[in-house]
């Protein structure tokens, strides 16, 4: 059973630039997550999607867009990069148990530096 | 707004040791806490998933406690190993989409 799958594992870009993160969902999975770690930091939430809808956003610009495909995948982009960017990205999957809690599946990552 | 609360922030032990990490949060209205694992650069590992009517769990050498009146969780590692090194997060539901972070306990364990 294929957990969580993020893609890339690393990718270096430069400011000003744009990037597309993409993630798979845990099998079973209908919702995903995606948040930001800065180094020495706790994970940041950026938003999720549930039938290919925005639920909530957190405190995030709008230079972070996304968007989740009828098979529950979904891709996280960023617009006109900051060097402030920089931070591993992670995707978690989860879907609404029985008690109605958000029982969380994290990916492994994606480290984004932006020079 | 629900703020969590990871003490101690780093924390060295030597080998064999039990150990106690702290998490606390404002708002006690929660549905459920994670305790997740993370290595340097990796994904987060879930450990222990306690929901709002549970007191404890465990798993292995872990036991994670919730008191939810109190706004704090304490997970408690027996035993500690080398491979026990890592960051520790406590992770917080409390409905809505988002769950919350604590910023980590970073865990060293001497051989």
């Known amino acids: 059973d294929a957990g969580v799958t993020q893609s890339p594992t690393h990718l270096i870009k430069t400011r000003g630039q744009q990037v597309t993160l993409r993630c798979s969902p845990k099998?079973?999975?209908?919702?995903v997550s995606w948040y930001q770690q800065a180094l020495g930091q706790g994970p940041q939430f950026i938003f999720q999607?549930?039938?290919?809808?925005?639920?909530q956003r957190g405190n995030f610009p709008d230079r972070f867009s996304g968007h989740q495909f009828p098979n529950y995948s979904s891709e996280l982009n960023v617009n006109a990069l900051l060097l402030g960017d920089s931070a591993l990205y992670l995707c978690?999957?989860?879907?609404?148990?029985?008690?109605?809690?958000?029982?969380?599946?994290f990916g492994a990552g994606s480290r984004l530096t932006v020079l | 707004k629900q703020e969590v609360t990871q003490i101690p922030a780093a924390l060295s032990v030597p080998e064999g040791e039990n150990l106690v990490l702290n998490c606390s949060f404002t708002?006690?209205?929660?549905?459920?806490l994670q305790w997740f694992r993370q290595d340097p650069g990796k994904g987060l590992t879930s450990l222990l998933l306690?929901?709002?009517?549970?007191r404890e769990q465990t798993s292995g050498r872990l036991n994670a406690s919730l008191d939810k009146s109190s706004g704090r969780s304490t997970l408690y590692i027996a035993a500690s190993q080398p491979g026990d090194s890592a960051t520790y997060l406590c992770?917080?539901?409390?409905?809505?989409?988002?769950?919350?972070f604590g910023a980590g306990t970073r865990l060293f364990v001497k051989a």
């Open positions: 999607y549930y039938e290919e809808e925005e639920r």
């Open positions: 978690a999957s989860s879907t609404v148990g029985v008690s109605g809690a958000n029982v969380l599946t």
């Open positions: 099998s079973g999975h209908d919702t």
């Open positions: 708002d006690s209205a929660i549905y459920n």
């Open positions: 992770a917080v539901y409390g409905g809505g989409f988002k769950t919350i």
């Open positions: 306690i929901q709002s009517s549970q």
